[in-house]
């Protein structure tokens, strides 16, 4: 299991930028697949972006290609989310998932964090 811990939510206007960071600890951050999903109010969690262990891997939905960018940082066992040209509809709870696949499904990961609110308002 890896514990996660995210950070660096907030509100911005359309337009603007956020970096969300997740901190993880656990002995197998290091070849898990990292990946952030978000869950808007009334709507399902969804796939935004994951990363494998080399960063080889990257996958993104379609609707935040070209505007958000996942890495990851092995040693500091960090990974990040970068968000720019945000939109009101980027509006949800972004959470920090790993899994032990390369996989954008959510039932593939099996360590969550809490969560970090993103509002971006018109």
């Known amino acids: 299991q890896v514990q996660l811990v995210e950070s660096g939510g907030g509100l911005v206007q359309a337009g603007g930028s956020l970096r969300l960071s997740c901190a993880a600890s656990?002995?197998?951050?290091?070849?898990?697949?990292m990946a952030w999903f978000r869950q808007a109010p009334g709507k399902e969690r969804e796939f935004v972006a994951a990363i494998g262990w080399s960063g080889a891997y990257l996958d993104y939905t379609d609707s935040v290609k070209g505007r958000f960018t996942i890495s990851r940082d092995n040693a500091k066992t960090m990974v990040y989310l970068q968000m720019n040209s945000l939109k009101p509809e980027d509006t949800a709870v972004y959470y920090c998932?790993?899994?032990?696949?390369?996989?954008?499904?959510?039932?593939?990961?099996?360590?969550w964090g809490q969560g970090t609110q993103v509002t971006v308002s018109s």
């Open positions: 998932a790993a899994s032990r696949r390369y996989s954008s499904r959510l039932t593939d990961f099996a360590s």
């Open positions: 656990g002995r197998t951050f290091s070849t898990d697949t």
